[in-house]
């Protein structure tokens, strides 16, 4: 009796540890052992080519054919850009709405001798203030953001992840120009 309940128990341990079935045109790979046709969905962990079955960010969101593909790929690039200019924004607005500007020199010896003046310039912003609630408000979106962004790329969909670098490579070429780099003319360090 205890050779036929081993080999019961074999069976059944064999039947759910079966590997799961994939799909190299997208699929994420489904268990054969359900019996009740719920398929779990396992994640892809090789970057692949591919529109049907593919998950984005949301369970309800399910990508099955090329055109829901390409949709999903313009709003992820749109998405990709707005990230990068919401980091341009938020530098912006930062620098404009600096207080307390502060102006330090000290003395630094030349090499022929001669004493030069380095000027620092120390700012800061106020913790109290319209500008630094809108600069958190602004950090939640950006934190937001690049976390889906992280998950859509974590989905290994080769077009999704091409959609993710080009619309932070576009969005950078776009906006990066207006990053203004301030020069202190009475700075005298190389």
């Known amino acids: 009796m ?20 994939t799909d190299p045109h997208g699929d994420h790979g489904t268990h054969p052992d359900s019996g009740d046709g719920n398929h779990e969905m396992m994640m892809q ?58 102006y330090n020199s000290m003395p630094i010896p030349g090499s022929d001798g001669t004493v030069l003046m380095e000027t620092h310039k120390t700012v800061g912003q106020r913790m109290v203030s319209l500008s630094h609630v809108l600069q958190t408000v602004l950090h939640i979106i950006q934190v937001v953001v690049s976390y889906f962004l992280m998950l859509v790329f974590m989905t290994y969909n080769g077009y999704l ?30």
């Open 2 to 21: 205890t050779d036929m309940s081993h080999a019961h128990h074999g069976h059944h341990v064999e039947a759910t540890m079966s590997p799961p079935i």
């Open 161 to 190: 992840c091409i959609a993710v670098a080009a619309g932070a490579g576009f969005g950078y070429f776009l906006f990066s120009w207006k990053k203004a780099v301030v020069v202190d003319i009475t700075e005298h360090c190389h």
């Open 45 to 102: 962990m090789t970057f692949y080519f591919g529109y049907k079955n593919v998950e984005l960010l949301f369970a309800g969101l399910l990508i099955n054919t090329p055109g829901e593909m390409v949709g999903a790929c313009i709003g992820v690039f749109l998405l990709a850009m707005f990230y990068e200019g919401l980091k341009i924004s938020r530098e912006i607005l930062l620098r404009r709405n600096q207080v307390n500007v502060r």
